[in-house]
């Protein structure tokens, strides 16, 4: 059995402090402090800062994270191969996704799993692609969706899918062409996108086009671009996965060069071989081959 303190110490680091973190576990507030401050006497170091806001980890307690993360991995793991031989499919999967994989892929996909495999637990993070990719380097997550990380250490990586990138434009924007965006096309014109797309691949649509940071706003989400678009206070970014359900009256054009993100299914190497994990792995690439056979997505594909 998994040693409570190893999981308190987990979902007071989830959580952010001990209340909540009793609240999950379903127990006292005074049984998670006891539990931090026996594992903390074991260790001989505290693994918390408190204070009146909540818990943060101490610079010994990252040192540790990483390896009270694999014990319970390695603990729930054991409990699946040992329900898989008694017959039973159970088990725990916790995976990662930015907004548009989790609006348009995990819906469909979770679906079809919990038909095959009911008594398998999904639990879903949205979040941004390096919290994503760092959460499963640590063992907080099974597996995630995110772009394709670069020589990125202590992650299995495996590229998914190309998703084209589009220019997002008022309606009333004309081109030199009236079919595709080129240099002369976006001179003199704010850029808005997201925060985190900026060094990933759209940046490198951004370069091409000589576009200065000092033109580039940022909004929240997806669907905020579109807005801001639509009201006339720039330019968007945004690829076609992202387009596949968003509404605005905007134009969605293509680039006169083409640009793509890549994104990437992520897991660790031990992680993928739990059983549950396994079988989610395989659901994922069926999942992508029948619904995008090129390998590649467009603005077509989205709207079909």
């Known amino acids: 059995m998994l040693p409570f303190p190893y999981l308190v110490f987990r979902t007071v680091i989830e959580q952010g402090t001990f209340y909540k973190a009793s609240v999950v576990l379903n127990v006292t507030p005074s ?19 408190r204070s009146r806001t909540g818990v943060k980890l101490t610079p010994d307690g990252k040192k540790i994270l990483p390896l009270i993360q ?23 999967i916790r995976i990662g996704a930015f907004s548009s994989a989790c609006i348009n892929w995990l819906p469909p996909l979770i679906q079809n799993f919990e038909k095959q495999f009911p008594k398998v637990k999904i639990a879903v993070r949205q979040a941004g692609f390096n919290e994503i990719t760092q959460a499963v380097k640590s063992g907080q997550l099974d597996l995630g969706f995110t ?18 990138i589009y220019c997002i434009a008022p309606e ?27 060094d990933l691949d759209t940046k490198a649509a951004l370069d091409h086009y ?18 801001m678009v639509e009201a006339g206070l720039g330019l968007g970014i945004l690829p076609a996965l992202a387009l596949q359900k ?38 994922v690439r069926e999942f992508i081959s029948s619904k995008y056979p090129s390998g590649v997505l467009t603005i077509e594909d989205a709207r079909r």
């Open 31 to 49: 049984a998670i402090s006891h539990s931090v401050n026996q594992l903390e006497t074991e260790l001989g170091f505290p693994v918390f800062i």
């Open 172 to 198: 009333n924007f004309k081109t030199e062409t009236g079919i595709s965006v080129g240099h002369r096309d976006l001179e003199d014109y704010n850029f808005i996108l997201q925060q985190g797309d900026y």
């Open 147 to 164: 772009m394709l990380p670069e020589n990125e250490q202590g992650v299995v990586s495996e590229k998914l899918l190309e998703d084209e």
């Open 246 to 283: 968003m509404q605005g009256e905007v134009q969605i054009l293509p680039f006169n060069t083409p640009f793509f993100r890549k994104i990437a299914l992520v897991t660790s190497s031990q992680q993928r071989l739990a059983p549950s994990t396994k079988q989610m792995i395989k659901n």
């Open 210 to 227: 000589a576009i200065q940071p000092t033109a580039i706003q940022f909004s929240i989400d997806d669907q905020s671009i579109v807005a």
């Open 70 to 92: 694999e014990i319970i991995n390695d603990q729930n793991r054991l409990e699946q191969v040992a329900q898989q031989i008694k017959g039973l499919d159970t088990g725990l």
